[in-house]
T-cell receptor, first 113, second 113 residues
């Protein structure tokens, strides 16, 4: 069975410093993994997706994630945080590559001026 | 490009009233999803349509909830009668195919008094 665990419910960083949001997954198959961002009163926006083509995935707004099979991890990073990055971030695994998403519990990112 | 459009954005109504939420998916997408988001339970899939046909409604809470997709550009989620525990944010999402990344609308924030 697939599952996804976001290791931090809250992360605070200073503007201009690196961001690391951690996600571990469990999957019997080669997983499809996604990161979504949700700004207040908005829907979820796709940041990036992993579908086995390349282990380092680049997304929008300077975010990237690295798929590490040996560690069953798919951590999200950004070299320099911006105030506009403050939001909730969801790691998602697709069940056996189907329509069914399993959502992590979310990580709320706070960016300090 | 227009994204997924949901209406209304906010709905406040009294217990026992009928509530209808509306969704216009992205043109050309053949898969449509309704989700509910609450603090306690996170994001839950209510129902999945493919080519206007309900494929998976196992997440619909009970008979008070119903969803329709009369054509490729419109879907409704109806609650009748509504109860305070139905208060949540309801999201509609669409994707080109069921196993491709989902694009979310900005949601309807529903409050049942």
């Amino acid at each position: 069975a697939q599952s996804v665990t976001q290791l931090d419910s809250h992360v605070s960083v200073s503007e201009g410093t690196p961001v690391l949001l951690r996600c571990n997954y469990s999957s019997s198959y080669s997983p499809s993994l996604f990161w979504y961002v949700q700004h207040p009163n908005k829907g979820l926006q796709l940041l990036l997706k992993y579908t086995s083509a390349a282990t380092l995935v680049k997304g929008i707004n300077g975010f990237e994630a690295e798929f590490k099979k040996s560690e069953t991890s798919f951590h999200l990073t950004k070299p320099s945080a911006h105030m506009s990055d403050a939001a909730e971030y969801f790691c998602v695994v697709s069940v056996s590559g189907t329509y069914k998403y399993i959502f992590g519990t979310g990580t709320r990112l706070k960016v300090l001026a | 490009d227009a994204g997924v459009i949901q209406s209304p954005r906010h709905e406040v109504t009294e217990m026992g009233q009928e509530v209808t939420l509306r969704c216009k998916p992205i043109s050309g997408h053949n898969s449509l999803f309704w989700y509910r988001q609450t603090m306690m339970r996170g994001l839950e899939l209510l129902i999945y349509f493919n080519n206007n046909v309900p494929i998976d409604d196992s997440g619909m809470p009970e008979d008070r909830f119903s969803a329709k997709m009369p054509n490729a550009s419109f879907s409704t989620l109806k609650i009748q009668p509504s109860e305070p525990r139905d208060s949540a944010v309801y999201f509609c999402a669409s994707s080109p195919q069921g196993n491709q990344p989902q694009h979310f609308g900005d949601g309807t924030r529903l409050s049942i008094l």
